[in-house]
């Protein structure tokens, strides 16, 4: 029997070839995916630090022998309390001389065990 001088692809290489592309298009789409988790994670944390740094700053403008801690409260995007809200925030003062409080601001937002926590100081007194 004479061999034949064909050219081409075998059916092996070509199956080789699709199986190769195949795992790279899998892996392409579960890094897309992660992609869209990072993202949607990364909106959420800005929302909180949004509705933490807005409360802070509400709670500066109180007299500081006025501030107090806070039950955790639902709220909406905005920092509005909503009872349905997605974001939890809480408030935490504590004393640490007789004129100077520690304030911690926290908001825990969906899909996320970690919350956003803004710490600062409230004097009141004289310098």
Same mark, same amino acid.
């Given at each position: 029997?004479?061999?034949?001088?064909?050219?081409? @692809?075998?059916?092996?290489? #070509?199956?080789?070839?699709?199986?190769?592309? +195949?795992?790279?298009?899998?892996?392409?789409?579960? #890094?897309?995916?992660?992609?869209?988790?990072?993202? #949607?994670?990364?909106?959420?944390?800005? +929302?909180?630090?949004?509705?933490?740094?807005?409360?802070?700053? $509400?709670?500066? #403008?109180?007299?500081?022998?006025?501030?107090? +801690?806070?039950?955790?409260?639902? %709220?909406?995007?905005?920092?509005?309390?909503?009872?349905?809200?997605?974001?939890?925030?809480? %408030?935490?003062?504590?004393? %640490?001389?007789?004129?100077?409080?520690?304030? $911690? %601001?926290?908001?825990?937002?969906?899909?996320?065990?970690?919350?956003?926590?803004?710490?600062?100081?409230? @004097? +009141?007194?004289?310098?």
């Amino acid at each position: 029997m004479a061999m034949s001088n064909e050219r081409g @692809f075998t059916m092996i290489s #070509t199956m080789v070839a699709i199986i190769l592309l +195949s795992i790279g298009l899998i892996a392409l789409s579960a #890094t897309g995916a992660g992609v869209v988790r990072a993202h #949607t994670a990364a909106g959420g944390r800005s +929302s909180a630090l949004a509705i933490a740094r807005a409360h802070l700053e $509400a709670l500066r #403008t109180q007299p500081t022998q006025d501030l107090d +801690s806070e039950d955790p409260l639902r %709220v909406n995007g905005e920092g509005i309390a909503d009872g349905t809200g997605a974001y939890v925030r809480s %408030v935490e003062v504590i004393d %640490v001389t007789h004129n100077l409080k520690q304030v $911690a %601001v926290r908001v825990a937002y969906p899909r996320s065990n970690l919350p956003v926590e803004l710490v600062t100081l409230a @004097f +009141s007194g004289a310098y």
